[in-house]
C-alpha cells in the first residue's frame, strides 16, 4: 500500500537557520506529492506541491523537489522565522485505485525561537 | 467567505452515548472527507463522499457513520464511541476528487471520550 514517512520530531531552531524536514515515500505508479502546513488550532493549508519526477514545488520561501530515485520529498527553507512555527505534513496522492485520496505522513512539529 | 465550518469545536462526553459531529462547506463542493488526527500517526481517512448520496470507507472507518443528504453537509456520527474514538477531528472538502489536494479543512473537533 501507499505510505509515507517522515522525519521523527520535534525540530526546535534558532531564527535563520536553514530548515529540512525529511520525508519518503512508498507508492504504486507516479505519485503527487504535498506538503501541509497547520498552525496552531487551525486545520492544514496546501503549502506547496510536486505531481511529476524532478519537479521543485515552492511557496513562502519554503522549496521541496520530487526525488523518483530516492522516493523522497524533502522540506527545505533557508532562512526560518518564528512565524513558522507549525506542524508540517508531508501527503501524497496515488491516483489509481487510490482516486480521490492522500496519505498523510505521522506529521513534524517545527519550534523556532527568536 | 469561503469556508468548512464543523461543530462543536470540544465535546467531552461519556462511553456509548451516541453523538454527531457536524461539518458544512459553502463551497459548492463535491468531495468532503472526515480525517483523525492523532499524535504519531498524522492524518488518517474515516469517510469520504463524492458526491450527494455516494459515500465510501477510508482508512479507519471502524465505530464510524456519515451521510451525505445534501452536498454542502456532511455529518459524522459515532453511535456508541469508546475512548479509543478520543481524537482531534478534521472535515474538508475539495471541489472534486481530482482536485483532493486543493481541500479546505475545517478547524478541527477536539473530542474526548470517559
Known amino acids: 500500500g501507499n505510505s509515507v514517512t517522515q522525519m521523527e520530531g520535534p525540530v526546535t531552531l534558532s531564527e535563520e537557520a536553514f530548515l529540512t524536514i525529511n520525508c519518503t515515500y512508498t507508492?504504486?505508479?507516479?505519485?503527487?506529492l504535498f506538503w501541509y502546513v497547520q498552525y496552531p488550532g487551525e486545520g492544514l493549508q496546501l503549502l506547496l506541491k510536486a505531481t511529476k519526477a524532478d519537479d521543485k514545488g515552492s511557496n513562502k520561501g519554503f522549496e521541496a523537489t520530487y526525488r523518483k530515485e530516492t522516493t523522497s520529498f524533502h522540506l527545505e527553507k533557508g532562512s526560518v522565522q518564528v512565524s513558522d512555527s507549525a506542524v508540517y505534513f508531508c501527503a501524497l496522492n496515488a491516483g489509481g485505485t487510490s482516486y480521490g485520496k492522500l496519505t498523510f505522513g505521522q506529521g513534524t512539529i517545527l519550534t523556532v525561537h527568536p | 467567505e469561503a469556508q468548512v465550518t464543523q461543530n462543536p469545536r470540544y465535546l467531552i462526553t461519556v462511553t456509548g452515548k451516541k453523538l454527531t459531529v457536524t461539518c458544512s462547506q459553502n463551497?459548492?463542493?463535491?468531495?468532503m472527507s472526515w480525517y483523525r488526527q492523532d499524535p504519531g500517526l498524522g492524518l488518517r481517512q474515516i469517510y469520504y463522499?463524492?458526491?450527494?448520496?455516494?459515500?465510501d470507507k477510508g482508512d479507519v472507518p471502524e465505530g464510524y457513520k456519515v451521510s451525505r443528504k445534501e452536498k454542502r453537509n456532511f455529518p459524522l456520527i459515532l453511535e456508541s464511541p469508546s475512548p479509543n474514538q478520543t481524537s482531534l477531528y478534521f472535515c474538508?472538502?475539495?471541489?472534486?476528487?481530482?482536485?483532493?489536494?486543493?481541500?479546505?479543512f475545517g478547524p478541527g473537533t477536539r473530542l474526548t471520550v470517559l
Open positions: 474538508a472538502s475539495s471541489l472534486s476528487p481530482d482536485r483532493v489536494n486543493e481541500q479546505f
Open positions: 507508492a504504486t505508479g507516479y505519485p503527487s
Open positions: 463551497m459548492n463542493h463535491e468531495y
Open positions: 463522499s463524492m458526491n450527494v448520496e455516494v459515500t
